[in-house]
């Protein structure tokens, strides 16, 4: 308990400390509002705009935990399967690192135009982005397996759905997750650049308004709650990840 209040003070020190430098940056230099505003100011409108960004939350966040939840439901068993199966290996590893290599902001319009402006092509963008991930560490993690262990279940005839479940999911979970933490924080970039190509709710879309309008303190106000909404959702998979695998956590710190 006291080894997590002190890794979490460490960043909470960097964060005060910056914030101050900011404060005194903007008001020592006398910075115009609009090119950069000051904590201060970012605080008030988030506390006079709470309502409207708790609203432009609600649709983002969706975006993110639906899109990331369909590349694990898709990217696992994708990863299985390229693991396991030779033919899936060389058929579709190669296509997925070509998808993985186009820019999704050259995608996002095409996305737009097949699923419309609605949540469904923010989800698509978000699933795009978070499925790599999950898909090349999952199935890192499962080729890892050490091969000791595979040995000695054949030898206690296990069947390939028992070696799968007792030794290869277990032996690949510390990959898995690695790859979910990535991915997550992906999801939301991706749910972002679907909001700016086309949206008329969530957070991206509330700070191409504000931007549009020149209201920086808004704009930052909303990059900021972002910025916020990430680091929870990664946090919400690191707890999933303690929970499952509980015997991961000391070996990781």
Same mark, same amino acid.
């Given at each position: 308990?006291?080894?997590?209040?002190?890794?979490?003070?460490?960043?909470?020190?960097?964060?005060?400390?910056?914030?101050?430098?900011?404060?005194?940056? *903007?008001?020592?230099?006398?910075?115009?509002?609009?090119?950069?505003?000051?904590?201060?100011?970012?605080?008030?409108?988030?506390?006079?705009?709470?309502?409207?960004?708790?609203?432009?939350?609600? @649709?983002? +966040?969706?975006?993110?935990?639906?899109? =990331?939840?369909?590349?694990?439901?898709?990217?696992?068993?994708?990863?299985?399967?390229?693991?396991? +199966?030779?033919?899936?290996?060389?058929?579709?590893?190669?296509?997925?690192?070509?998808?993985?290599?186009?820019?999704?902001?050259?995608?996002?319009?095409?996305?737009?135009?097949?699923?419309? +402006?609605?949540?469904?092509?923010?989800?698509?963008?978000?699933?795009?982005?978070?499925?790599? @991930?999950?898909? *090349?560490?999952?199935?890192?993690?499962?080729?890892?397996?050490?091969? #000791?262990?595979? #040995?000695?279940?054949?030898?206690?005839?296990?069947? @390939?759905?028992?070696?799968?479940?007792?030794?290869? =999911?277990?032996?690949?979970?510390?990959?898995?997750?690695?790859?979910?933490?990535?991915?997550? +924080?992906?999801?939301?970039?991706?749910? *972002?650049?679907?909001?700016?190509?086309?949206? #008329?709710?969530?957070?991206?879309?509330?700070?191409?308004?504000?931007?549009?309008?020149? #209201?920086?303190?808004?704009?930052?106000?909303?990059?900021?709650?972002?910025?916020?909404?990430?680091?929870?959702?990664?946090?919400?998979?690191?707890?999933?990840?303690?929970?499952?695998?509980?015997?991961?956590?000391?070996?990781?710190?």
């Amino acid at each position: 308990m006291k080894e997590g209040i002190k890794l979490a003070l460490y960043p909470f020190i960097g964060t005060v400390a910056m914030i101050i430098a900011w404060q005194l940056y *903007v008001d020592l230099l006398e910075i115009n509002p609009v090119v950069l505003p000051s904590p201060l100011a970012i605080y008030l409108v988030s506390v006079k705009e709470i309502g409207l960004l708790l609203s432009e939350t609600w @649709p983002t +966040t969706l975006e993110i935990i639906y899109g =990331f939840a369909l590349a694990v439901i898709l990217g696992v068993p994708m990863a299985v399967g390229i693991a396991n +199966t030779k033919f899936l290996n060389l058929t579709f590893y190669p296509i997925l690192i070509a998808v993985q290599s186009v820019p999704k902001v050259a995608i996002a319009p095409i996305v737009l135009v097949w699923f419309g +402006t609605g949540i469904e092509s923010k989800l698509v963008i978000a699933f795009l982005v978070a499925f790599f @991930p999950i898909v *090349v560490d999952t199935a890192t993690g499962l080729n890892a397996t050490s091969r #000791d262990l595979l #040995d000695l279940a054949r030898s206690l005839r296990a069947t @390939p759905f028992q070696t799968f479940m007792k030794v290869q =999911f277990p032996s690949a979970l510390p990959h898995f997750f690695s790859g979910a933490k990535v991915a997550v +924080t992906l999801a939301v970039i991706g749910a *972002v650049i679907g909001e700016f190509v086309g949206s #008329d709710a969530g957070l991206g879309n509330l700070l191409l308004v504000a931007n549009s309008q020149l #209201d920086s303190p808004l704009a930052w106000a909303a990059l900021i709650w972002l910025s916020v909404l990430g680091i929870l959702l990664f946090l919400a998979v690191v707890l999933a990840e303690r929970l499952i695998m509980p015997w991961g956590v000391g070996s990781q710190h």
